[in-house]
């Protein structure tokens, strides 16, 4: 079965049936502008062979990624498994030195480029993607046992689900100008964060803040008033209910634990938003989200 073969931050593994029983029962197309690491759509997916769909985010170098294991699955499967067996020979020194030296490193191919993405996504402290200013991916060293770098069934099948999704990297708001009614939108956008060390959102060299949280929603608003099918996600926090409440959306709070989280007493559940249109587009309002 296709799964996400990435580790993220905010990743919606869990969240994704709750998602897919709520969402409208035929969809013409599937588009996910935070596409992340693709829980909800390899949900879909799985669920609802064969329906087309569209993947965008912001990260280029997760895009190009994906492309490459729809596209070259072979040799990025070859390239996986020799990580893989380096690292796993290496000791714990060992394992360090390859750790930096593949993060300083800039492989010429797509291939090599998307392993190494993949490598350090598995290999990194708590599988958190986090660039500094230059675009430089700057997270340390995670130290895990045992880290799954190749799974080649995973990525066979993960290959597999993406034959049929079109990829691109960009901002979220033009991919939702081409939605039209009969496609499904899902918005994950780096969340609110609820304190000041609760931030996850150097995810690009740009970071996401409270303009793009505003841009966000005049985007959801028009995807209603064009009658394309939506639903949001995001922190239960005080600032994102202000801009969706009053305009006959649906919030319903959702409890989700933060796997990310270093410290395993802080991963508690933590409320969380979902956010849908279906009752402004003249969709049932989906008593699976109550």
């Not at 699955?73 to 750790?99: K, S």
């Not at 991916?137 to 995973?154: A, Q, S, T």
């Not at 034959?163 to 991919?175: H, I, T």
């Not at 989700?256 to 007493?265: D, E, K, L």
Request: glycine share 8%; net charge neutral; with cysteine.
């Amino acid at each position: 079965m296709a799964r996400p073969f990435l580790k993220w931050a905010g990743g919606k593994g869990k969240l994704a049936p709750t998602i897919l029983a709520a969402a409208p029962p035929a969809i013409a197309r599937y588009i996910e502008p935070f596409a992340g690491a693709g829980a909800v759509f390899f949900a879909f997916e799985e669920a609802r062979p064969g329906t087309p769909a569209l993947l965008s985010d912001a990260n280029a170098e997760l895009i190009e990624t994906y492309t490459v294991l729809r596209d070259q699955a072979a040799a990025l499967d070859a390239a996986l498994a020799g990580l893989a067996a380096e690292y796993g020979a290496a000791d714990a020194e060992g394992r360090r030195a390859m750790y930096y030296r593949v993060r300083a490193s800039a492989p010429p191919s797509p291939a090599d480029r998307a392993a190494r993405f993949v490598f350090l996504n598995r290999t990194c402290y708590n599988g958190l993607f986090r660039v500094n200013a230059s675009g430089g991916f700057n997270v340390p060293h995670g130290r895990y046992k045992n880290p799954r770098i190749h799974d080649g069934e995973l990525l066979a099948a993960s290959s597999a689900a993406l034959q049929r999704a079109e990829l691109r990297s960009g901002d979220f708001a033009p991919v939702c100008a081409e939605a039209r009614p009969g496609d499904f939108v899902y918005l994950d956008p780096p969340y609110q964060p609820l304190s000041a060390t609760a931030n996850f959102t150097g995810y690009t060299r740009a970071d996401f803040g409270p303009a793009d949280q505003l841009r966000l929603r005049d985007t959801f608003e028009d995807l209603t008033r064009r009658g394309v099918a939506a639903m949001l996600s995001n922190s239960d926090h005080q600032a994102i209910r202000g801009l969706y409440s009053g305009l006959a959306y649906r919030l319903v709070t959702v409890p989700m634990s933060r796997a990310i989280n270093s410290r395993g007493s802080a991963r508690a559940p933590v409320p969380e938003l979902l956010i849908d249109n279906f009752g402004r587009v003249g969709l049932s309002d989906g008593e699976a989200l109550d």
